[in-house]
């Protein structure tokens, strides 16, 4: 299911208009917002949007926006994201794709990853699931992937942020023995930070307890992209 950012981004849009005009932002696709912002807006709205919004994935919403490259390598870059966000869909279909400005943000709930109770080992499920995004991952081998573990606010604070650490770093292991490149991919553990349910309601922890991943481009994929668009 493909989400739009564009509310979220409202605050990005008016420190761009400065310099790109109110009307012209008003009309532009996800891809011209990006190409449309820079580098200093992006970097300073990803630092509050990523520490301050009290609403749930805030900051792997925030690490994307804040690495924002702007201009027309940005505008190309991100036709090669909304590409890639398109056949992650098709590949995991109820995944939850976000394309924000240059870069994804893919949310995995419990129902297509998930791990063994209070453990970091992955389900047998779970690793299907992550086997679909696998050629993917390796046909858009020019990016970087943070994994993001999360947990509901169930028990000790300290057992959470641990297991929230173990679990991204079992889906980054994963993904690595099944050939993509360890260099690609960092791990954070968040505990139950950036909860997008309450959790009040075995729903709501159901919905918290996830791995969220923020794909963008690489130094390579940002060189070539400005070597192209030079020729």
Do not use: H
Request: proline share 2%; with cysteine.
């Amino acid at each position: 299911m493909k989400k739009s950012v564009s509310l979220l981004l409202t605050g990005v849009f008016a420190i761009a208009s400065v310099s790109t005009g109110c009307e012209a932002m008003k009309n532009t696709n996800n891809t011209q917002r990006g190409a449309g912002i820079g580098v200093a807006a992006g970097a300073v709205i990803g630092g509050i949007l990523g520490n301050n919004l009290g609403k749930g994935g805030n900051t792997a919403l925030g690490a994307v926006i804040g690495g924002v490259v702007g201009g027309a390598v940005g505008g190309s870059i991100g036709n090669k994201m909304d590409k890639q966000a398109r056949e992650i869909e098709q590949a995991l279909p109820g995944a939850e794709v976000n394309r924000v400005e240059e870069g994804i943000v893919l949310v995995l709930g419990e129902n297509s990853v998930n791990f063994e109770t209070s453990k970091s080992v992955l389900t047998n499920v779970a690793k299907a699931n992550l086997d679909k995004v696998v050629p993917v991952f390796q046909s858009y081998a020019d990016t970087d992937i943070v994994v993001y573990g999360y947990t509901d606010s169930t028990g000790r604070l300290e057992f959470n942020q641990k297991l929230s650490e173990d679990r991204a770093a079992s889906v980054r292991n994963y993904l690595v023995s099944k050939g993509l490149a360890a260099s690609r991919f960092k791990t954070r553990g968040m505990g139950p930070n950036d909860p997008i349910a309450s959790n009040e309601t075995v729903e709501g922890r159901s919905k918290n307890r996830r791995v969220e991943f923020t794909i963008t481009a690489n130094e390579k994929m940002i060189k070539d992209t400005e070597a192209e668009l030079k020729n």
